[in-house]
């Protein structure tokens, strides 16, 4: 096996986006470029009333991109400056409600009642309704893989039962009014009284249960609600409803095509404003330099370096078998002795699976996110978010390892932003499962074919295949350079840094354009 680059060579073979030199910080631009008036709203017009925004942020993950960073900083940079109420289970966690009072930014928990009996079957309908109106080979395997892990007969024959109702000819659009008219909003009504909110942004389109009665909320309560898809998946590979908020912003033109398409939406209701959570990776921030990177995990710098990206036992039951493989090809020369490993892992995975491959030599094992405290009685969400300057540290973390694996997750985006290889995990630790139960099942999906296509990452079908396409990755990074370059293309739309800012712009001509709580009474 040829010998892998050295670090200076490896330096050389790739440059990150996000050091161009002389790039403007995107807040920055939109300050000297974009700012109105002080005494204007963002279509200047003279204004002195103060409107109020409903921010929700369910879920830890959302934290980083909606709570923290440009997009807030950009509404806040508005003058008038809006009110910010950011709706949260996570009202209790006491580092991020001093950080949002800080800026003047209240942050209330959400209770919403479980969804009754009538609002679970309806729901339940939408999701089949979808399935059968969209023809998604994900959304088909998906609702395979629930059947394949339901244990209880009865829940099997309401499925059966739920399926032949769908066969009526009841369109999704009643089934979503018969949805609205049943859902308990009576937890909200002193939140939407107290606040008299002019628009609600959601972090989902409904995708997450503890959003699906505050946008019934919202639409019982004439709010205007704008949905914001943080990820590149949701509209084509989740067996779930997207509830039709009056507007959606999404990272691309497939997207866009997907939620008129597949999800009804008016065109002119949706709008292409950027992969949000990339923007640290296009901004022009600075990110820390492979030797201080290297020196965070405990690794040389002067040493390949492969990165392996965790998933949680949903998706994959035993990842710890792939850290086995891999170290133990870095252990018997089947790869570059000097090689390490970093275990990257995944909020929702667990550490402690991992402990005993560290050794400090070849192994390192991080889990770069901190807990966040949830209101009591608050639903039981993800509640892990990245680290202070988590974004930048991913980032750092994507430039500067040597090859990426992961579990045909984002990823494998991230990576190729980076012009890092990248492979990923086709093969099952358990032979011949079927293919709603494994990890095959990501490769059918709509929204992975851009990978598949482009040829950007490789998928391994076996142990030997894994420990022989890192082996070729290291000895040349060029290898599918143009497949990653492509998948950028076509995932991103954008480049510049600036998606949180055009979000957060098209935020305020919405709330600017919204009527007035006061013309609503």
């Known amino acids: ?40 709203d963002t279509t200047g017009a003279p204004t002195g009333s103060r409107r109020t925004l409903f921010l929700s942020v369910p879920a830890g993950h959302h934290v980083a991109d909606l709570a923290r960073g440009p997009f807030l900083r950009t509404l806040l940079d508005a003058r008038p400056q809006p009110q910010v109420v ?76 739920k399926a032949a109702v769908c066969q009526l000819p009841v369109s999704r659009r009643a089934w979503f009014q018969v949805a609205q008219r049943i859902a308990d909003v009576s937890a909200y009504r002193t939140l939407f009284e107290t606040h008299r909110p002019d628009l609600l942004v959601t ?93 965070s995990v405990g690794a040389d710098p002067a040493r390949p370096l492969v990165t392996l990206a965790t998933a949680p036992a949903l998706v994959y039951p035993t990842t710890d078998r792939i850290v086995e493989i891999l170290a133990r090809a870095i252990g018997d020369g089947a790869l570059d ?13 667990h550490v402690d699976l991992y402990a005993r491959f560290h050794d400090g030599r070849h192994v390192f094992v991080e889990k770069p996110f901190e807990q966040l405290e949830r209101s009591r009685g608050a639903p039981e969400l993800d509640s892990f978010t990245p680290v202070a300057d988590g974004r930048r540290r991913l980032a750092a ?42 990890i095959g099942r990501y490769y059918q999906f709509e929204h992975y074919q851009p990978v598949v296509e482009t040829g950007a990452a490789h998928v391994a079908t076996s142990a030997d295949d894994l ?29 510049d840094g600036r998606a949180s800012i055009r979000l957060a712009r098209w935020v305020l001509d919405t709330l600017a354009q919204t009527a007035p709580a006061e013309a609503r009474s």
Request: charged share 20%; net charge neutral.
């Open 337 to 349: 002795a000097e090689a390490q490993l970093l275990v990257r892992v995944h909020p929702r995975d």
């Open 86 to 161: 950011v709706l949260s289970p996570f009202a209790a966690d006491p580092h991020l409600v001093s950080e949002l009072e800080r800026q003047d930014v209240r942050c209330v928990p959400v209770f919403a009642a479980p969804p009754g009996l009538g609002a679970r079957v309806v729901d339940s309908i939408l999701s089949e309704r979808f399935l059968l109106d969209s023809g998604l080979r994900a959304v088909r395997i998906q609702r395979d893989r629930a059947r394949l892990m339901e244990t209880w007969r009865g829940r099997r024959a309401l499925i059966a039962l």
């Open 467 to 495: 420990v022989g396409a890192v082996g070729r990755y290291l000895a040349d990074p060029a290898i599918d350079a143009e497949g990653r370059r492509e998948l950028v293309r076509r995932c991103c739309t954008f480049t």
């Open 203 to 295: 972090a989902t389109a409904g995708f997450l249960p503890i959003e699906i009665p505050l946008i019934y909320a919202a639409k019982r309560f004439g709010v205007s609600q704008m949905g914001v898809d943080l990820g590149w998946d949701n509209l084509s590979s989740k067996y779930h409803t997207v509830l039709p908020v009056d507007h959606l912003a999404v990272w691309n033109e497939t997207m866009r095509e997907e939620a008129v398409r597949f999800h009804g939406f008016a065109a002119d209701r949706v709008r292409v404003t950027g992969a949000l959570p990339f923007d640290a990776y296009f901004g022009g921030e600075p990110i820390p330099t492979r030797a201080e990177f290297c020196a």
């Open 397 to 438: 973390t994507m430039a500067h390892s040597d090859v990426v694996v992961n579990f045909a997750s984002t990823t494998t985006v991230e990576a190729a932003i980076f012009d890092t290889p990248v492979v990923n995990i086709g093969f099952d630790d358990a032979p011949a499962l079927p293919l709603p139960l494994s």
């Open 1 to 40: 096996m040829n010998a892998a680059p050295n670090a200076a060579q490896r330096a050389s073979l790739r440059t990150a986006p996000n050091s161009v030199p002389g790039m403007v910080s995107p807040v920055r631009a939109l300050a000297e470029d974009h700012r109105p008036p002080r005494n204007a």
